[in-house]
């Protein structure tokens, strides 16, 4: 996961506050302040035969631990070593509590990795590029083509100023495997009791929420108790009132863009709407979110908006009668707008001594070939999702969606991007606005004076 809203919880921003503490420390009469760390320069000419490096040891961290994600790292990596045996790879593997932990002392040492996994937020990514300890890889993106395999709606979500300060564009510091959107599961055979057929617009959707409703199912499952799960309610509602490019800059925590405005207002209260008319489960504020998913594969509601990561559990649960579509539009042919990512960038340390060959390692196990190993173990592959062979049924619908949404750059960054404490700050804001303790001006106000005093100040 990349987003810190999601299943692994919020990553905390341990570096950032540590620079903050550090630039305001006020010097000494006569002392001078510490230099600022000099970002790594891309490398101006690269070699991309892995063969003719010598021997070569590249250490390898990553958090791909569980069952499908396990299976295609040794997959690949046994495919790179035996196309490449003068290149041995140590591998470290770890949970992705484990490797925030981590990652964060190894990076400050003399002797860090060659190759990490990095989660993209502000509090990562952001604080390792800002200390240069990541080697920006345009010039491999270059050499290697990188940037025709991706698209940018991908590529941004591991892009940084040299500064660390804007999120989204400047340098490339790494490049992901898999890939994530938040759509809407539905019940196929709810729906068919119900006379419906997946929604086509947003209007649609709504109707179909009135219905399920009348007819006493749950439209909606949601559980809310770990208050981030909600963000994705809004994110999807959002995106049918705020054009792509305001959520994007909002996400990214741009200067000069507003929560404030009469797009978000009419999506809070749409959200709210839903509320008043029943459309969530009973006590959802109160409920998880794996009960409430796990409710949902139980045949417990007709709609569900998550993320495709809970494909294969829920795949499991319903069998043929689970289906996946992105979040309909306003008309039938608008274009697609959904909130998603990428899984943790694979990045380049700026102290390794193999940046070549740490090259050639991340270009294979994202590669074209990569692709099709990640989907026959089970993953989303982030790039070529389109061309991928897979049966037809929900699998195939999340790689429809996932590879229509990137293709047509309608992909918009996860909310809780916006600011290092933003996850908190709206997730508990939108506990209040769902429970009537908060409007949705007074919730938009919290939002902006978290926003703002971050943006304004960065």
Known sequence: MTSTTRRTGRTPAIALLAAAALALTACAPGSSAPPAPQSPAAPSAVRTDAAALGDVTLTVWDQEVRGGQAAQMKQLNDAFQAKYPNIKLNRVSRSFDDLNTTLRLALSGNEPPDVVEANNGRSSMGAFVKAGQLLPLDAYADAYGWKQRYPESVLRYSRYSADGKLFGEGNLYGLPQVGEVVGVFYNKAKLTKLGLQPPKTWA???????TAKTAGEVPLQLGNLDKWPAIHVFGTVQGRHVPAEQISALAFGRKGASWTTPENTAAAEQLVGWVDKGYFAKGFNGQGYDPAWQAFGKGEGVFLVAGTWLLADLEKALGDDLGFMLPPGVTADAAPVATGGTGLPFAITAKSPHPDAAAAYVDFITSADAMKVLTSTGNLPVAETGEQSVKAGPQQDVFTAFGTVTEKDGLVPYLDY????????????L??????????????????????????SN
């Open 418 to 429: 916006a600011t290092p404490t933003f996850a908190d700050t709206l997730g508990a804001a």
């Open 204 to 210: 649609d959707f709504e109707t179909a929420l009135g």
């Open 431 to 456: 506990q209040d606005l769902l429970a009537g303790k908060a409007s949705p001006q007074e919730f938009l106000a919290t939002l902006e004076k978290d926003y703002k005093t971050f943006a304004e």
